[in-house]
């Protein structure tokens, strides 16, 4: 079946802009995760949602970044009033369930000029 | 706190050589263990992952991993490396604290190359 997809691949943005993210997880997955991967690191985690609710959201570096997953499917990670230390890879993985496998996607590579 | 290390940041090897790459973890409990890899421009694959049971994982594309408790590690190997191995490889760990969510703590990575 088709693995987690996310869009844009690819985004340009001039610092102040504020963008949005999509990740459409594997169908039937519960658990909906977001990631950032800043050049040269590891990714670290952001925010997590069980169905349409967001569970845990520490890793949010700050309160320009908003996530959303209101039908407990698509998740959009917003952020707003961009800054070039946002700029980075934004990944979005899903689980069939908690404390199982997290399949990731190709993830968005965000650019603040 | 939880973290994964991995000690090496680039390591370079030739090809049909042997592999290993290192990972340390500090964890209170026992871990739930991963190993992913992510080629350019791609996501992260899930090479093997370890949860319980026969501490010598063995994954895709003929890696295998060995989880030793006594020393906090859980290193990867592959006996012969292909060209195509070359990509940047993640350890990580879930944060099994958190009851309702299975946050992974990643490692920062190690690149690999092959030499032809």
């Known amino acids: 079946g088709a693995g987690v997809s996310q869009s844009p691949r690819y985004k340009v943005a001039k610092r102040g802009q504020d963008v949005a993210l999509r990740c459409d997880p594997i169908?039937?997955?519960?658990?909906l995760f977001w990631y950032q991967q800043a050049l040269g690191q590891g990714p670290e985690f952001l925010t997590y949602f069980q169905n349409e609710a967001q569970l845990d959201k520490s890793g949010l570096p700050s309160d320009r970044f908003f996530a959303e997953r209101p039908e407990g499917s698509v998740s959009t990670l917003k952020i707003q009033r961009t800054q070039q230390e946002d700029s980075a890879v934004y990944l979005c993985a899903s689980s069939l369930r908690t404390a199982e496998t997290q399949y990731f996607g190709p993830g968005t590579r965000l650019l603040v000029l | 706190a939880q973290s994964v290390t991995q000690p090496d940041i680039h390591i370079t090897v030739s090809e049909g050589a042997s592999l290993e790459l290192r990972c340390n973890y500090s964890?209170?409990?026992?871990?739930?263990l991963f190993w992913y890899v992510q080629s350019p421009g791609q996501g992260l694959q899930l090479l093997l992952k370890y949860f319980s049971g026969d501490t010598l994982v063995q994954g895709i594309k003929g890696f295998e991993a060995e989880f030793k408790r006594s020393q906090s590690s859980f290193n990867l190997r592959k006996p012969s490396v292909h060209w195509s191995d070359a990509a940047e490889y993640f350890c990580?760990?879930?944060?099994?604290?958190?009851?309702?969510?299975?946050?992974?703590?990643f490692g920062s990575g190690t690149r690999l190359s092959i030499r032809p």
């Open positions: 990580a760990v879930v944060d099994l604290r958190y009851s309702s969510a299975s946050k992974i703590i």
């Open positions: 169908s039937g997955h519960v658990s």
């Open positions: 964890y209170g409990a026992t871990p739930y």
